[in-house]
């Protein structure tokens, strides 16, 4: 028995794969955007137990083609506008495959000397690219979520350094402040770190969705005063409903004034922010003291690449150093990837995005966002004259937050108009949006940010728009 | 300008790395399984900034090459028996290009459903292979330390539900037991949930390394009558240092009396688990709360890739279900992964563990972990009988932990002897081994679980433990 698949064997399967891929890639667009599945459907195609005996490889790409594939939501599809901004390029799927072959555990600099040093690189010209000061180090974490989590994980150790060893019971109660705009992974890691939910202030926001600094000083105050301990402020830049930037400096004189630590979400537009006109909406970002860009969004990075930037990784260090003594290692100054957060294992995901930088170089990556922001700006602008629509908010970045206008129509008869809308557009097959919810009205979003969506797409969805808008309006006024 | 790679440039790239990760496979050995790269020498080979202009995807290769694949510690080398078997076997990396390329995020049904449904059958085909009953349902994290983490988070919130809301501050103060030798994920997960690391009760292991059942339940009842809420106990099936195996019966019992919640770090040896009698060593397995397991060990399947087997996955639901107005659909009673833990974005995992069980089978899975332990069960016959080395602990598995004797030497000589032993063995190039401290004593690990490693290797390392001890010995007379 040969114990992995024999290597004429794997190599021409990976020939295969390759054309597989390539394919894909060219071809996508024949694929509804959303596979016509029911729930289940996927599950009954697959036998219930597992093969006793082997199969040869190339029956399993077969059904691979066959059952998976055509049943995938395609992210990468040029349709696919719903959801932020995703793009597995091909220099990131080089970059995976290759990963993978080598198969490292970066947890230590002695498990992967080259993953260890790549990352630390590449998170350096990130952080070139953002116009953060040298203060800033930056490590690779899976998602935004866990970049978050490690991020207010430090600020608790810092505002209560007991925190590793005593644990919160007994401790301060210590409060978290965020617009209400603000993703729902601040929820999740206050409830992850044992701080609870009704510890995390959702401080209403403007009328463009901003955080109201006014409100949320004045939160601070109120928490203060009633013996809370007010740990961190998460402010955005670059909201997921409509991309909104909170006034990241109005809030850092407000985090000096009382010590908190900020954290702030640029998962999806910290990518824009590589354009110098980009990144002046984020005035003040380079105070912050910790960061959030996600490479996987809109950096053309394949899923999952989430950078935190930190200007206190020692605090990261002093909450989350275990060492067993397995893994002491006599290496001298060296960074060991696995001292700075929860998880021990860690992939090789710095590969990928060096692959992205240097086949598309700085220029070629802000060509492509500043693409992405002319067709948003052109399809925004589309809606504004358009009579029968409405933008629901400004649109700083890609994502265009929208709705059909209903005559004399009760809000609540027109965000039913919306939903029904989005579902039609959704049925259609060639685009895929996503809602939201903005001063409590339904709204539909059109998210742009895929390497292959061109203007051809995006007048197409808004033809489609426009039709399934008019079509739904002939049959109200039919009934 | 093409937005990605232009689509022939890709397809030729696409094949290059096929047949460089082929290449790679085949010549492996041709490397050390250490690099000879001193601290920074792989960050100095690298631009202090990012290219302005995109290069072409040859010469990012070419670096590839050049730069970064010698720097690496080979984890898929046949000697690199120095941590937790992994393998990135060729079904495994096929998978992962494939998922790279569909770049899917599967936090919703909706945004992927067949990663979703596949995620499902391919953890219970997993669950029917290690003979667990249907209640348990398994989901895929990246790595133990996340799965362990959301296993203890459902204890904490079945313990005190209030957590959710309230947080950690003002309730009980929880505990955690676990024996000495249980991995360093539960000290960081205990941090990362407000638990404390003083809420750990390390209990002291047998003279086999192995939880004492008498112990753990005497620091249950000292706990109890001192205030403190137990909430969890960790054993392990499989210990990272010697693979040795808690005795789980009697610790579900006490688990029993006193609704703790148990826990089972099945991470490594989870995968001897689909063996009849390997399975036979974990008896009571089935009466757990949770168990981790990772196919990403010792199931041929690239890192990351970690099970949580949950016989409650409504409490995960529980404590983290948060849902955004953008992530609300109506698709009715589907899974919507992103429920069950920490993490928004979700890579496709399950492919590639589909993969790899549909090409190797059952029946091959099993063969593989066989001869494995069949290699280590060698050494360690070679070990036992050779005069000047000691096992240090049984092996139950494929981990051989041992030392070298010295006559007449003291405790401490002995432990440096060994520790040199270990510098040399690894400067020779051809195996990478690590070590480890049992009873307080250095001992050195060979870990057996790659699929390129044969007999050929096991033999040619214990070879080189031999004559380079034999050499020690000399310099060390000679002075």
Not at 134 to 156: E, Q
Request: glycine share 6%.
């Amino acid at each position: 028995m040969s114990a992995d698949l024999p290597p004429d064997e794997f190599r021409s399967a990976m020939h295969r794969v390759a054309e597989m891929v390539a394919d894909y890639l060219e071809e996508v667009e024949e694929y509804p955007v959303f596979p016509a599945v029911a729930p289940g459907e996927v599950a009954a195609s697959l036998p219930v137990s597992p093969p006793v005996e082997g199969e040869p490889i190339d029956r399993v790409l077969d059904d691979y083609k066959a059952l998976i594939e055509p049943a995938m939501t395609h992210w990468n599809h040029p349709g696919f506008m719903a959801y932020i901004a995703t793009t597995g390029s091909g220099p990131g799927i080089l970059g995976e495959s290759l990963a993978a072959a080598l198969n490292a555990n970066a947890m230590l600099w002695r498990t992967s000397p080259a993953a260890t040093e790549l990352e630390e690189r590449v998170c350096d010209w990130l952080r070139q690219m953002l116009d953060l000061p040298a203060a800033f180090s930056g490590h690779i974490n899976d998602t935004a979520s866990m970049s978050t989590l490690l991020a207010l994980a430090a600020a608790r150790q810092r505002l209560y350094p007991e925190t590793r060893r005593k644990g919160v019971a007994g401790g301060p109660v210590m409060t978290i402040y965020c617009s209400d705009q603000t993703h729902s992974s601040i929820e999740k890691s206050a409830i992850a770190l044992g701080l609870g939910l009704d510890q995390v202030r959702k401080i209403e926001s403007d009328g463009d969705l901003r955080l109201r600094p006014e409100k949320l000083a004045a939160a601070i105050e109120e928490d203060l005063a009633a013996g809370f301990h007010p740990m961190a402020v998460v402010a955005c830049a670059g909201t997921t409903s409509t991309g909104s930037v909170d006034p990241i400096r109005a809030v850092v004189d407000i985090c000096r004034r009382h010590c908190l630590w900020l954290h702030i979400d640029a998962a999806y537009a910290g990518g824009a922010a590589i354009c110098a006109e980009y990144r002046a909406l984020m005035e003040g970002l380079e105070e912050a003291d910790s960061i959030v860009v996600n490479p996987h969004k809109w950096l053309f990075t394949p899923v999952d690449c989430s950078i935190l930037f930190n200007r206190h990784p020692d605090l990261l260090r002093e909450a989350f150093w275990v060492l067993p003594e397995y893994l002491k290692t006599d290496d001298g100054a060296v960074t060991n990837l696995m001292d700075l957060g929860v998880q021990l294992g860690k992939r090789f995901r710095s590969l990928k995005l060096w692959m992205v930088i240097r086949a598309f170089g700085v220029r070629g990556m802000q060509e492509r966002i500043r693409e992405h922001c002319r067709l948003a700006g052109w399809l925004a602008g589309e809606i504004e004259s358009a009579p029968g629509f409405e933008l629901a908010a400004p649109v700083p970045f890609a994502i265009v937050a929208f709705r059909a206008r209903l005559d004399g129509a009760s809000g609540e008869q027109e965000d039913e108009f919306n939903e029904r809308l989005m579902a039609r557009i959704n049925a259609a097959g060639p685009v895929m949006l996503s809602h939201s919810k903005l001063h409590g009205r339904y709204v539909l979003r059109v998210v742009i940010g895929n390497l292959r969506t061109t203007e051809k797409h995006v007048r197409a969805v808004w033809r489609l728009i426009r039709q399934e808008a008019a079509a739904l309006l002939a049959e109200r006024k039919a009934v």
